[in-house]
């Protein structure tokens, strides 16, 4: 026991007694004339709450919080399967009184105060990293970047989905991260505990309850008050379900996207970035340049809000939340730093119509010439010889020269203004490249729009006999039993193959053969299964790109806001087209047997939506390789219907194919006036696998002009990123052009080249995958490819025996569609069923593709 005795002027004495650590015992002071007269002029003293991760174990942390001198925090909150944590739950443990100050955020600053210690509350959470030394040469500035996952045990995960109970949390994963200098260690940063951020919520709710000072934009990880020195909590913490319970800033993604559509094609200037991430409340001067303190906040910034893209460097996408957070919580800074940005910068890009590969002005706007004078009015195009047609929309001019090949072309003299010219180009191009210039354009300041339409497919060759092995395998298999296919060959943009063999139809419902099988012909539609994702998704995909309205480096979460939280947040559109997001191959929701439970089954699109984009697991990490997944094109879909605002059906048949009037390229093509007779028959007994299958609704009968893919039948009712897609030989001839044209197809623009060269890319481990394209590479896709093909091959493959293959090494391409499920079902020796028609060689793809390879090769 202490006491303390104050003399004063009235000599009375103040004893106090301090026992245990327990308040102040006040003796005496109902004799001081004292009233009470509160003043409107004060504030709390706590004004932020500060997250830390202690980075070792509950013991050693106890240890350096409670038993060592130095360090301390206001709680400490342990986490589930610690070996050095003896509870049977898990609880927290107050360490300071929230009124006394705690020695936990060292040199510090926020939103314009310094020492934040004396104004905060600090929560240590125990989150252990696994670091190792990293011996590689160090740039002066580093960021973290994940490299890689790993899997860690698995916990329940509740759901806030009104048709689902709660569902059973995937298997977490790890993600590994360089730490910037000067520390130089790559560790590995574990999930948070479910339990134990559950306890962190409802502790954190109870602390603002206490101190109403502390405000959205107040609640922070120390990396946001130390960056560059600290990292803490780290790129896994749950930033945005801790805002989902009331606690925390983060921003609104309809805001975001409008910054956005701003900043993609013209990002704010470094020095606006730095003043505004000193306007949200981190330690940053303006300087102008990317230099060290500017790369530290900004991996501070994104670890808080975009986890999934730690770089350093403020792009378009950074800079979209930045500014979506200073709207939301300091709109009047927001609209002052704004007022930075250029005006000229700041208007939407406006998409610009194109009509073939070559529509412009000639000669080029002065703001687009470039110093090298040999440079400009001159462009090259794809034409084949003897063909091609230049197109002139004349404004002001009299006259003009224009060469194609070198080789000056006869236009009319004068020309007349505002009126319309097209010339035959037939005695001037050739196979490949061609080259158009156009010089002189008189009188001076007069100008004209020159339209170079894209090659179009040219009638077939008859009687083309070096297919002759072809047709021989293909019609000798018919008759041992293989139900019928169309073949498709192009080259050089023109059709030099196109045959029809077999049946479209041999078996009536209930499984007997029809008197009379019904013959395939060459306008046939067939069902093209998993060509779905190529020629309607993965063409929409890159249409949305070309138009500027998509970016697959973002995360999915940019344009699908729901699909948040357990690993989802770190995924990238382009991890989906990889087949690298870490997807199972498929959720089996039309069935209640499947693997995931009954709360995964549907049959409704609306609630699979919410599914696939709320609650289906992950099997494995991101980026953990290439697992082949319907999932991730079903998810692809519904992001296209998301950005687009319209079905994924609607958009790609008014977007693209309409515009190349292919009116045989569809989804449910029966609801859409085609005939069931029209279409290849697949499986003889619906989907029951000839009785093996069984489940709600299941179809019996024959299928024809019905998808037979069960998830897209049932789950989305025929409309699915991953299949439900239906054409003939003719359409996709054309489609295969407009891959060959490299975006388009005579006057129609879909997508731009360097798009096309961005999805077809190889990755850096599997040169087979593109986004979402299947490559030949170096011979690896042979059962596909076959013998013969270029490593630029590509193309995809459908289950009900569907193949593509498009060469631009030969401008080639091949499309072979067959109805080979419409056959039989046998089961091998293991009691495995397959389909008879698989077991033939038309059915196996890389024959037929290696002697069309050979006829053209060898000729003959």
Not at 124 to 144: G, H, K, L, M, W
Not at 184 to 203: E, F, N
């Amino acid at each position: 026991m202490r006491q303390l005795v104050i003399n004063h002027s009235g000599f009375w004495r103040l004893i106090s007694s301090v026992v245990g650590g327990a308040g102040l015992i006040l003796a005496g002071c109902t004799s001081l004339p004292m009233e009470s007269m509160p003043s409107a002029n004060f504030s709390e003293r706590v004004k932020f709450l500060v997250l830390h991760y202690t980075a070792i174990d509950y013991a050693d942390s106890r240890r350096a919080l409670v038993d060592a001198g130095g360090l301390s925090a206001h709680y400490l909150v342990p986490e589930s399967g610690d070996s050095s944590y003896a509870e049977q739950e898990l609880k927290i443990y107050k360490l300071v009184d929230e009124t006394q100050r705690a020695w936990h955020a060292g040199n510090s600053f926020w939103q314009g105060r310094e020492d934040i210690n004396d104004q905060s509350i600090g929560i240590e959470i125990v989150n252990v990293p696994t670091c190792v030394s990293d011996a590689r040469p160090q740039p002066e500035i580093e960021s973290s970047h994940t490299t890689a996952l790993v899997e860690t045990p698995d916990s329940p995960l509740p759901t806030e989905d009104p048709y689902l109970p709660d569902v059973a949390e995937p298997a977490k994963f790890v993600e590994v991260s360089p730490i910037p200098a000067p520390e130089r260690k790559l560790c590995v940063y574990p999930d948070y505990d479910r339990k134990q951020i559950a306890l962190l919520i409802d502790l954190i709710q109870g602390i603002l309850a206490r101190n109403p000072d502390i405000g959205p934009t107040q609640v922070i990880g120390h990396a946001d008050i130390a960056p560059g020195r600290k990292q803490d909590p780290g790129p896994r913490f749950p930033w945005f379900e801790l805002y989902k319970a009331g606690i925390g800033a983060w921003y609104e993604q309809e805001t975001v996207q409008r910054y956005w559509q701003q900043f993609s094609s013209a990002p704010p200037s470094v020095g606006l970035i730095q003043s505004a991430l000193r306007a949200y409340g981190y330690e940053i001067a303006e300087t102008g340049i990317y230099d060290k303190q500017t790369t530290d906040v900004i991996d501070a910034f994104q670890m808080h809000f975009l986890p999934w893209q730690v770089s350093g460097r403020a792009d378009a996408q950074t800079a979209s939340i930045l500014f979506a957070l200073l709207e939301r919580y300091f709109p009047s800074k927001a609209e002052k730093l704004f007022a930075r940005y250029r005006p000229q910068d700041s208007a939407p890009a406006q998409l610009s119509l194109r009509f073939g590969q070559i529509d412009e002005v000639f000669p080029e706007p002065e703001d687009q010439r470039s110093e090298r004078q040999l440079v400009n009015d001159k462009r090259p195009f794809f034409a084949y010889a003897g063909r091609g047609e230049l197109i002139i929309d004349n404004r002001d001019a009299t006259s003009a020269e224009i060469l194609i090949n070198d080789q000056l072309i006869n236009i009319s003299t004068p020309l007349s203004p505002h009126q319309h010219y097209r010339y035959d180009l037939g005695r001037r191009t050739r196979d490949g490249v061609n080259t158009l210039e156009v010089r002189n354009v008189q009188p001076e300041g007069a100008s004209l729009t020159i339209r170079v339409p894209y090659p179009t497919l040219a009638a077939k060759t008859s009687n083309d006999k070096r297919f002759a092995k072809v047709d021989a395998l293909i019609k000798q298999e018919v008759a041992d039993g293989f139900p019928g296919a169309v073949l498709m060959v192009m080259q050089h943009g023109q059709i030099i193959k196109h045959s029809a063999y077999g049946y479209q139809r041999k078996y009536a419902d209930g499984g007997s053969l029809l008197p009379q099988p019904v013959p395939m012909t060459e306008d046939t539609l067939f069902d093209l299964a998993s060509n779905t994702k190529m020629f309607a998704t993965n063409l929409a995909l890159m249409k949305l790109v070309s138009d500027g309205r998509l970016d697959v480096s973002l995360p999915i979460s940019h344009y699908l806001p729901e699909y948040r939280d357990n690993g989802r947040d770190i995924r990238l559109v382009r991890d989906l087209l990889t087949h690298s997001a870490g997807y199972a191959p498929q959720v089996g929701f039309h069935t209640p047997d499947n693997p995931l439970g009954k709360r995964f089954f549907s049959h409704d699109g609306d609630k699979t939506r919410r599914l696939l984009t709320q609650h289906v697991p992950f099997t494995s990490g991101r980026g953990q390789g290439h697992v082949y997944s319907d999932t991730d094109y079903m998810l692809l879909g519904v992001l296209i219907e998301r950005i687009a605002g319209v079905p994924l059906d609607v958009y790609v048949e008014s977007q693209i194919y309409h515009p190349l009037h292919l009116h045989h390229t569809m989804f449910n093509p029966v609801s859409k006036g085609i005939m069931p007779s029209q279409v290849a028959a697949t499986e003889i007994h619906g989907t029951t696998r000839a009785g093996r299958v069984e489940h709600p609704g299941i179809r019996h009968y024959v299928l024809q002009g019905e998808v037979h893919d069960e998830k897209a039948w049932y789950a989305m009712q025929g409309v699915a990123g991953h299949a439900g897609l239906f054409s003939n030989g003719e359409d996709m001839a054309v489609l295969c052009q407009l891959l060959l044209n490299r975006g388009g197809y005579g006057q129609q623009h879909i997508f731009d080249p360097g798009v096309l060269d961005m999805f077809l890319s190889p990755e850096v481990d599997n040169a087979t995958y593109g986004l979402g394209w299947r490559r030949a590479g170096n011979g690896q896709q042979r059962w596909h490819f076959g013998a013969y093909a270029s490593p630029q091959a590509y193309g995809h493959t459908g289950w009900t025996g569907t193949v593509t293959v498009i060469d631009p090494a030969y401008d080639l391409a091949i499309v072979l569609l067959s109805n080979l499920r419409h056959s039989d079902i046998v089961e091998d020796e293991e009691g495995n069923a397959e389909f008879v028609g698989k077991q033939f060689e038309t059915g196996k793809y890389g024959s037929i593709v290696t002697l069309i390879y050979e006829a053209l090769l060898n000729g003959k």
